[in-house]
């Protein structure tokens, strides 16, 4: 059983994009400049968005980080993010998901400026990605694809089966999987909440994508040997023996899987960094565009 250690590699990503970031600074050019919209006080997404910040200061990127109240409204959110298009200091922003419920997370997508969208979760850059047209690959499907590339693991013609269909992961991740492309020619299948006897389809698995958010789901005895297991589960478990009461837990139940794997992603260490090195990507892929 080997890790897929995406802690290790998303370093790796970063110090390539901070010796790109040093060239355009010799040339003396202003450095690519990623904010993030934060709406409320959710710990899980505070600590998302203060992992990227942090990482646009590794990398040498500016970042501004704007924290709004639980209690803004959908016209201030759309509002904050008119003007996030319109600011030419600003090559790439985001607003974190979950929003509060009052608002619609979909209008607020829509709001943004494909052309800054470095999450790729306006319908315009799925679109593209979906068409096999240059785009914004959403961060956490595109951090897979270069984990499975880095440590060269088969894909053409293999059987991937991916759990979950959220747009964020599950669905832009089963698109990308059966497109031809280096890490792609894949046999998909999505697996959802309605799938009917899951076991015998993740029993045929080569590769499975464990992306429904229900912690520790995928068990031993739902994978066949030498299966490669990407997990994007990250849910916090209560855990009174932690000092901050809670572990992360991903969705798959790793000691009774990883010893039937060939490869795995640990949680935490796995898919979570290469999603931030990959949103950087793509910040460096929208100024350049500029
Ligand atoms: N919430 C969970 N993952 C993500 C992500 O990749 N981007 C944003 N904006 N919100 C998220």
């Known amino acids: ?15 390539e ?3 790109e970031v040093a060239k355009i600074k010799s040339k003396g050019k202003r450095a690519p400049h990623l904010a993030a ?11 998302y968005v203060n992992s990227k910040v942090k990482s646009c200061e590794k990398i040498g990127f500016g970042s501004t980080l704007i924290q709004l ?9 759309l509002a904050v993010i008119d003007g996030l298009n319109k600011n030419a200091e600003i090559d790439g922003f985001i607003v974190q998901l979950p929003l509060p419920k009052h608002i619609d997370e979909q209008k607020v997508i829509m709001a943004i400026d494909p052309d800054k969208d470095v999450d790729g979760f306006h319908p315009t850059n799925f679109g593209r990605m979906a068409l096999e047209l240059p785009a914004f690959i959403p961060a956490t499907p595109y951090g897979i694809l270069e984990l499975l590339e880095r440590y060269q693991v088969e894909t053409s013609g293999k059987n991937i089966v991916v759990i979950g269909r959220s747009h964020i ?10 497109q031809k492309r280096t890490v792609g020619d894949a046999t998909v299948t999505v697996a959802h909440s309605r799938t009917k006897d899951l076991k015998s389809i993740t029993k045929q698995a080569d590769i499975i994508v464990a992306a429904l ?7 031993g005895d739902m994978v066949k040997d030498g299966v490669v297991i990407i997990d994007v589960g990250i849910t916090r478990v209560q855990d009174a023996t932690k000092k901050s009461g809670f572990r992360l837990a991903g969705d798959v139940h790793f000691e009774s899987v990883a010893p039937k794997s060939s490869y795995i992603t640990p949680v935490p260490g796995g898919v979570g960094p290469m999603t931030i090195a990959m949103l950087m990507k793509n910040t460096l892929l929208a100024y350049n565009r500029r």
């Open 1 to 15: 059983m080997i890790l897929l250690d995406g802690k290790l590699t998303s370093e790796q990503i970063k110090e």
């Open 17 to 19: 994009l901070a010796t």
């Open 37 to 47: 919209v934060l709406v409320g006080l959710d710990g899980a997404s505070l600590t």
């Open 69 to 77: 109240e639980e209690s803004t409204t959908e016209a201030e959110l």
């Open 169 to 178: 992961v599950g669905r832009p991740m089963s698109i990308l999987l059966s």
């Open 213 to 219: 958010g229900i912690a520790e789901f995928l068990t």
